[in-house]
């Protein structure tokens, strides 16, 4: 994609490329050589941002007032920054540029706000549900390394919103639920019952939300099931897998969607006997398997 520079009269530039000039002339004895340049390059950015636009002194002051907003309703609990990340594409793109495409492992995509430590432990074939509304889904694969050995023990973190389109620490009573651990066995298999994922929106109720309200942008989020991978010696795996026929594959509010992770949750009328015997009281479900392949450190 190219950029418009706007015609400024050659006096104006030479200026403006001054000031450029000096500030980063101003980190150029910066010790840190890695800090150096990525100030550095902030800075050019920064400044052909401001020219390209020809930034006003009131847009400039809005800016920062956002940026004000995004910091007074931070707190340990929610982090708007990473938000504001999150639909910018930042930490859609910083997670491009760290995990190489094409390099035979399974791809990553977005942490979000939602992973909480202390998940409880299940057995191969627990319910991670724990009892939140929605349809349930067996959910099961194998984790191998990128020469295809099955890994065992490793421990896989899985979450995600209930059929209502929230979170458990989105209903502030404390109780855990939409969330587990458990570990691959002797072949690197791994099964559980979750639910069926559902979309629902990021929060709205910040300075995020309201940026997104007057660009016109949507705030749902595709339907997906998150997983945290980790197996000694191999890289640890942040990822989802996403609902083939979900239709909202394209509009995902964080860019979170891959291909590769879209997976197809197959349907099963009620009464369709269940892998495990369990019994769903006549309830519709779903399966899908997800085959992971992590990389060696
Ligand atoms: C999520 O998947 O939970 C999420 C990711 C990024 C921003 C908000 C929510
Ligand atoms: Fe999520």
């Not at 724990?130 to 099961?140: F, K, L, N, Q, R």
Request: charged share 25%; with cysteine.
């Amino acid at each position: 994609m190219t950029t418009t520079t706007p015609a400024v009269p050659d006096r104006q530039r030479q200026v403006e490329d001054e000031l450029v000039r000096t500030v980063l002339a101003s980190f150029e004895n910066t010790p840190d050589p890695r800090l150096k340049e990525v100030m550095q390059a902030l800075v050019r950015h920064l400044h052909a941002l401001i020219r390209e636009v020809r930034l006003t002194d009131a847009e400039w002051q809005r800016a920062i007032d956002f940026l004000t907003a995004v910091g007074h309703i931070t707190t340990d609990r929610r982090q708007e920054f990473v938000l504001l990340s999150d639909v910018l594409g930042a930490s859609m793109q910083t997670i491009n540029v760290q995990h190489e495409a094409g390099a035979g492992a399974t791809e990553a995509t977005v942490v979000g706000p939602f992973f909480v430590k202390g998940s409880p432990e299940i057995p191969r074939g627990g319910d991670m549900a724990a009892g939140a509304p929605g349809e349930p889904c067996w959910v099961e694969g194998t984790v191998t390394d990128t020469e295809g050995n099955p890994v065992p023990g490793a421990r896989l973190e899985v979450w995600e919103a209930d059929g209502d389109g929230l979170y458990d620490v989105q209903y502030d009573d404390g109780h855990l639920a939409g969330r587990a651990h458990l570990y691959t066995d002797e072949e690197g298999g791994y099964a559980f019952w979750g639910l069926t994922p559902t979309p629902y929106p990021i929060p709205q109720d910040g300075p995020v939300g309201a940026l997104l309200k007057s660009t016109g942008r949507s705030a749902v989020r595709a339907s997906h099931l998150h997983f945290m991978v980790t197996a000694s010696g191999l890289r640890t795996l942040i990822t989802h897998i996403f609902v083939e026929d979900d239709g909202l594959l394209d509009s995902d509010a964080v860019f979170g969607v891959r291909e590769s992770l879209v997976k197809r949750f197959e349907r099963q009328p009620a009464g369709t006997p269940t892998p495990d015997g369990r019994d769903l009281s006549g309830r519709s479900w779903t399966r899908v398997r997800f085959d992971i392949v992590l990389r060696r450190e």
